[in-house]
């Protein structure tokens, strides 16, 4: 009877475990698509990178204290927002899907420089920023080096790319001192 009444609750529980759509574990579509592991990795985790980006864009349109800072900003919130729409359109068609929204730790991150004012936050934000897009340089193009499908080896290249000449704009506002 015991027995009888465990193996009903787990088929129960089996059923519904697979009712929801909206759970956050890959179904078996998404594990049959044909990106890679390693393609479908660097998607999710330079699509979490790109919307960091835009809402870094979003704050220093409304903090930085320099116009052509503010300018800078908007440009890396549209380049960052067009790259992401990008990387999302590539990635649906390849079931898999992209953050919504940045890590936690980019938005402790994003936080501790808000904290800043004036010319502070000016410094830190630039200071900040201009070390991420680096390292977004490093890491886009080393994945367009190793990535298994054409595609997503574009899509690093376009936003190493990007991410560039971002850099060099930002130079341009704000040059090193």
Not at 69 to 84: C, F
Not at 92 to 99: A, C, I, S, V, Y
Not at 137 to 165: M, Q, T
């Amino acid at each position: 009877m015991l027995a009888t009444l465990c193996v009903g609750c787990m088929a129960g529980a089996m059923s519904v475990a697979q009712a929801q759509p909206h759970s956050k574990d890959p179904d078996e579509v998404t594990l049959r698509g044909d990106m890679s592991n390693g393609d479908r990795v660097f998607l999710r985790s330079a699509g979490g990178l790109v919307v960091r980006d835009r809402e870094i864009g979003k704050l220093g349109q409304r903090r930085f204290q320099k116009p052509a800072l503010r300018q800078w900003a908007a440009s890396l919130e549209k380049r960052s927002d067009t790259l992401y729409r990008a990387m999302t359109d590539y990635a649906e068609r390849h079931k898999t899907n992209l953050p919504l929204d940045m890590s936690e730790a980019s938005r402790r991150m994003v936080d501790r420089v808000a904290e800043s004012k004036g010319t502070e936050f000016d410094r830190d934000m630039v200071r900040t920023i201009r070390a991420l897009l680096e390292e977004q340089v490093r890491v886009f193009s080393d994945s367009a080096e190793s990535a298994e499908h054409r595609d997503v080896g574009a899509l690093a290249r376009r936003a190493a790319d990007d991410r560039r000449a971002l850099l060099q704009a930002l130079d341009k506002a704000s040059p090193r001192r």
